[in-house]
């Protein structure tokens, strides 16, 4: 991430909030996530459902269905925080597929008509989805075939949320003339979630949670389970002075004098999340200038605040 340029000074008082990382471990809970392994069979409702039951708590949500035999990258948010999640929806999405064609053909042909598929293209979503079957435009952003053995062919693909990769084999093969259909596919990014260190199974999960109750050992639960803040770091940032978070609580959008630092590469019309000095998530918004245009401003709002994840009074009242 790029370093954030300064617009103004500001000192936060350390009697109000913490850092994301020190909240205590039933709000470190409530207001988590957790980056899950999905493993083949059941749905995306059913691992829901499994961490709601394996946690205790009352609610869950993930970020973007996965079929029952597809696995990888699951983020599920915790009570508070699946809110938050719902952010992950139109991410950027990272696949490794394993294709099966239905006739052998040359592996030029194959590379040329991934080269084809690459960029825009048209989808209509599967009859069994989740929704409406109407001609949309997906971005593939890049393929890079990994290996093809005759009629397999193993590639990695990186594309818009809501890319359904299973129609993008069938697809394929249509172009190619011979019949083509996913064989495997296991999902590996998921906006800011990867396979890293920080993706755990549902395993993990249960004993971390035992470890928790049983031993009083809270390690292995904050290994798991991360800050809602995680869910949204692909986005830019705008850092925010201690007097301008409880405005935004209350459903104030942000104005340029409540503004500190910002990322440098901010777009006007961007969604972009919206933290303290500490850290934490206040909000998610929209700008409606660029960077440059918010660090040369002295007066105006400057993100049309759209979602906030802060519970008021977090910060002290200092406004009228």
Known sequence: MAELLIKSEGETDPNYGCDPNNRPIEEHINTGVVNLDKPMGPTSHEVDAWVKRILDV?????GGTLDPKV??????????????IQMLLGSPKEYVCLMRLHESISEDSIRNILQEFTGKIFQTPPIKSAVK??????????????????????????????TYIRKYCHDIGEALGIGAHMAELRRTKSGPFTEDETLKTLQ?????????KHDGDEKPIRECILPMESAVTHLNQIVVRDSAVDAICHGADLATNGILELSPDIKSGETVRVLTQKGELVGAGETVETTEGILRSDKGIMVNIKKVFMLPETYPKMWK
């Open 71 to 84: 696995t990888g990258v699951l983020p599920i948010g915790i009570n508070r925080s699946t809110r938050v």
């Open 58 to 62: 009352e609610k869950t949500g993930h």
């Open 204 to 212: 993990d999960l249960t004993d971390a949670y035992h470890y928790l």
């Open 133 to 162: 079957r109407e001609l949309r435009v997906r971005t593939i952003y890049d393929v890079n075939i990994l290996e093809i053995d005759d009629k397999d062919v193993l590639f990695r693909i990186n594309c818009e949320g809501g």
